[in-house]
């Protein structure tokens, strides 16, 4: 399994980005998906993610301004109304199940990808 994440950038606070997570292997289509992220000197920390049958989960943070969605191999972050505390890297996991109360624990999580940097100023 591979995953490739693009679409991060530098915004103004209150601006919006897309991040955009390909995956490709075998039967990755119907994994569990989810989006992470890192600041640094923090640990890394679920943002959304949504499992095999489309029920998605959010951190608390998010408080309704990230939507979660996926199509085929590909899974979406829309980001609207950032916050400069956004600012870290984001990261695309995979993983054939989790189960939904984890969907946001990091450890649960077997495939990565090598992450896209948001900014937000």
């Known amino acids: 399994v591979q995953l490739v994440e693009s679409g991060g950038g530098s915004v103004r606070t209150g601006g919006s980005l897309r991040l955009t997570c390909v995956a490709s292997g075998a039967a990755v289509s119907s994994y569990c998906k989810g989006w992470f992220r890192q600041a640094p000197g923090r640990e890394r920390e679920g943002v959304a993610a949504?499992?095999?049958?489309?029920t998605t989960r959010y951190a608390e943070f998010v408080e309704g301004r990230f939507t979660i969605s996926k199509r085929g191999p590909r899974l979406y972050l829309e980001m609207n109304s950032l916050k400069p505390e956004d600012t870290a890297t984001y990261y695309c996991?995979?993983?054939?199940?989790?189960?939904?109360?984890?969907?946001?624990?990091?450890?649960?999580?077997?495939?990565w990808g090598q992450g896209t940097q948001v900014t937000v100023s």
């Open positions: 996991a995979a993983d054939p199940l989790v189960v939904r109360f984890r969907l946001l624990n990091v450890d649960e999580w077997d495939y």
């Open positions: 949504i499992d095999d049958q489309g």
